[in-house]
Structures are given as C-alpha cells and as structure tokens.
C-alpha cells in the first residue's frame, strides 16, 4: 500500500503563528489556494480513497481540492492534530519550546505525542484491511507526520518532535500490509511486530511480577529494538524455522496488551506458540481470544501439530492452552511442559 500524506493548507491561525490543535481552524486566502494546487497535483494520481481528519481545516482542504471529483472523501478522527488541552492557541514558538517534553507526558489537559501515534497505528490498522495494496491520500497536521515517520519509517519520535517543518508537495509512505498474517477478531488486532512496537511493548512487559513463570526480567527499549529488529527477518539463520510474531493490540483504541509467537518447522508442518499479556490486561481473555484466533490461522495453513511450553506452575496458561485445544504431555523441557494438539485430517 501507498499512502501519499499531504498537509492541510495555510490557516489564519498559521498566518498568526498561534497552535490551533484541535480547534477547527479556518483556511486563510493563501490556504485555499494551496489547498487549489493540491487537487491539481492529487486528482489524477490514481488514488482510491481519501482521508482527512475531522477538523474543519482538513475537511476544507480536501472539499476545495477534489471539488466536482467523485472520490471518495473520508473523515476519521483518529487523524486530528495532537490536543494541546490548556495549552491550545498558545504561540507556535512555546509550543517547539516544549513539544519534547510532551513525547511521552500529555500537555496539560489534552495528549501526548506517543498518545498520537497509537491513534495513527489504530488507523493504519483499519486502513490496511479495508485498502490493501491500493494509493491513498491521508491530509491530516503535523503530529500524525510524525506519527507515520514513526511507525512507518522507524524514526524515533525524539529526533521527529524537533525538526523544522519545511514544507513539501507530499510525503510518500509505504505500508507492507503484509494481509495473510494480519489476524482479527471482535477485540483485538494481532498486526506483524516491528520495531517500532517496541516503546509500546516496553510498558507492557515493564512490570517485574510478569517473569515469575516465564524467567528473565523487565527488558529495556533498546534490547526490545534490537529483538524486534533481529526477529523482523522472519527466518531462523538456518532457514529452518519461520518466525512469526505478532503484536496484540485492542481495535477499541490501539492499546497494545501483548504479543503472540509462532515458530513454524518442519516445512510448516509443525508450530510452536507463546503469548504474554501484561499483567494490567490480564484476567480479561484477551489471551485466550489471541490464542484462539492464532490457532484458526495455523490450522488455515495446514500446520498439523500445535505446540507449547508451559510452566506446571502457570495455572493461567494451562487453562488457555486447554480452552484452544492442547493436552498435557509427559515431557518436561527446561522446567516447562509440553502441551500439544495433533490435527487428524479427514481421510478421503
């Protein structure tokens, strides 16, 4: 998928260097002439939809851009200006001023910059299902920008927050939908992990109590970057295995709550699966839920024997593993028991 990311135009608030957030802003003379010049560039450029934020700006912008067009114009919240709360209006140069110490910290009243990219992640999410390998127009502010910097590009959002805007007639994106390993259900969404999941992933493994059965510790944001960076390649070294491993996030609002892991072998014949919810998302199935739809998807590939290590110990993970299929073993590896399901196929 391509999606081509285009600024709103010119407003009377830039004009007055004042940070509009999340007010509607009002395109100025010069703005709606940009805004002009962007249906120029946009109308024949073979997109299939497009989507702006709810904010009057955006939705003006793209109202004068694809006048008399029958494209589709889309509106989505998720894709509005970050909410500076009590802030809002405030002068563009306090707001660069104190933009990084709101990376991670909500502005008084509104959101975080990190806040943003999850509501920019839940987007994608949606976009990729409903819009795969087709061209998109996303008009929507700086932050969500960033957001796809980000999420789509790997830049941290600590170098982002703090380059000049220079203006440009376009910013192309490009989503590995990746559909065939995209697994949803009513819930949740378990999308491929990357790198970029990893500031996510940090919190919700940053809890001490989590490793009482799985061992290790609370891992650090660059082990997590290097582990999901080396696990990206999808290949043991060898080649023998496929690895898989997804992150598990709420369709609600982008939280994410835990991964899922598939280790393919013996020529797809075979799958060893794990799964680790945070500690403040657990009790509420999402595990289950996960395991459950993992299952349906290995069993769509003909993988033929389920299985999983489990700690005699971890009552919560037995009963998961129960409730999707798998029965105890005799075998006992590192302190963990085998779990498996062997699928009989239908003889003809």
Known sequence: MTIIYETHSTTTDNEAEIATGQLP????????EQAAELGARRRDDGLAV???SDLHRSVETARIAFAGHDIEIRHDPRLRECD???MTAMPVARLAAERAAHID???????SYRQVVTRTRAFLDDLAAAFPGARVLVIAHRANRWALDHLLNGLPLE?????PFDWQPGWAYH??????DRIATERIALTPLTMADAADMAE???DPELYAFIGGSPPTLPDL???YSRIATGRSPDGRQEWLNWIIRRRSDGQAVGTMQATVMDDGRRAEIAWVVGLSWQRQGYATEAATALVAWLDARAVSRIQAHIHPSHHASMAVAARIGLTPTEHIEDGERLWQRDRQDDEP
């Open 105 to 111: 910290v909500p502005w008084p009243g509104g959101e």
């Open 204 to 206: 919700v493994l940053g």
């Open 225 to 227: 970057r290097a582990r």
């Open 159 to 163: 170098d982002l927050v703090g380059d």
């Open 50 to 52: 497009v989507f702006t």
């Open 175 to 180: 989503l590995a939908t990746r559909q065939d």
């Open 25 to 32: 802003g009002e395109l100025s003379a010069r703005g709606r």
């Open 84 to 86: 500076y709360g009590t």
